[in-house]
């Protein structure tokens, strides 16, 4: 991880910094604020808009501390300046996904609609591909862990089913599909088939 660790971050305008003595920084951008408290071992040193962080030793934990540091950070300054985002494709014949408010109704073949209430954060916009005529979920928001969590709980409702592909996947996610029974295969005969005559 330290190979990662030295990468510089660069800081896009806009984007505001501020660190403290216990390890907590504050990365303010156009999208919002975010805060994180790390290992007080960890020095983050910012030079105009360049940020890297420095780590005192080059022992296994500060090794590996340097580069979760850096990653972290490169990833709060991402969200506050653009923003993360999870998108869900929703297949199956009378499936929707409806916003209400900022909750999510999902109608996904149960006896009733899901109602999923948002994490801090997080916004949900539904709209139809014209193409399929299914409902395309996206999940946005700034913290990446939340928004990857959030997309997560909402895929758990209904998971695809690897034999008509129903359910709810994400945009880039590969179904692996298994071929179904074949049907009528062996039924002919009944019972006793096989048995030749005496």
């Not at 997560?152 to 029974?181: C, H, M, N, Q, T």
């Amino acid at each position: 991880m330290s190979r990662i660790g030295k990468q510089p971050i660069t800081v896009p305008a806009g984007v505001t910094i501020t660190t403290g003595a216990d390890g907590r920084v504050t990365v303010k951008g156009p999208k919002g604020t975010l805060e994180r408290t790390f290992s007080p071992d960890m020095k983050v040193v910012q030079d105009g808009a360049t940020l890297t962080v420095e780590r005192p030793t080059d022992s296994d934990r500060h090794r590996a501390l340097h580069g979760l540091t850096r990653t972290l950070l490169a990833n709060m300054i991402i969200g506050v300046s653009q923003g993360y985002q999870k998108v869900l494709n929703i297949n199956g014949v009378g499936f929707r996904a409806t916003v209400e408010g900022k909750a999510l109704n999902l109608t996904v073949g149960y006896s009733h609609p899901v109602r999923i209430e948002p994490r801090e954060g997080i916004t949900f916009t539904s709209v139809v591909d014209p193409a399929t005529r299914m409902p395309v979920l996206t999940i946005a928001g700034i913290d990446k862990e939340v928004v990857g969590q959030q997309a997560a709980e909402v895929r758990k409702v209904r998971p695809p089913e690897p034999y008509k592909g129903k359910g709810i996947k994400y945009s880039d996610e590969v179904v692996r599909r298994k071929a179904g029974k074949s049907g009528k295969a062996g039924a002919k005969g009944g019972k006793g088939a096989g048995k030749g005559k005496k």
